[in-house]
């Protein structure tokens, strides 16, 4: 199996990224946020044991999360490709996946991106109320009670997530984790970088020369 982990900020585009290139099923994708999400709606046994930590706010333990990965990584066949989004978020995760031979990551890749950009890309970010699509407003001229371009919904809004304060807080959190997972990376010789402040088919197309 060879696994890519990638790492970047909340609006590096990594999640985008990883879903297109999931897109013609060569690829498997796992973002542990929305394996989560699903596991929790589902109400598996995996989900309700979430549940308890997320209605907490608390981080969800090493073990329950390397489980989680486990169960998805399992019924691939060893000629699989997979990039994992979001995981490992620390040091320790990282260790925990590197310890059995059948998760064992081959690389991480970082997107790289100036911190002015992200801040700029997620303050200017408005979800749609109905829909959960989201626009920026760089991108569509944004004004209060413009409709959904998706499904003609009437109410786009900033999320509370994406509030100049919390964006400054969840950056500084990331930067702190990451440098652990960057030495970690580093020192087993497996991290590769991208310049992820370019156009989405030009960083696509790198990636898959990284991942070649
Ligand atoms: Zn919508």
Redesign the pocket.
Known sequence: MRITVFLGAPGSGKGTQAKRLAEDGLVHHFSTGDMLRAAIAAGSEIGLKAKVYIDKGELLPDDVMIELINKALNPLPDSSKVILDGFPRTVAQAEALDKSPRSRVSEAIMFEIPEEILVKRLTGRRV??????SFHVEFMPFEPGK???????EF?YQRTDDSADVVGRRLSIFKTQNEGLLSYYSRLGNLKKIDANKQVDLIQKSLVDLMS
């Open positions: 749609c109320k109905k829909c959960g699509s409709s959904c371009q998706d499904c003609k919904g786009l």
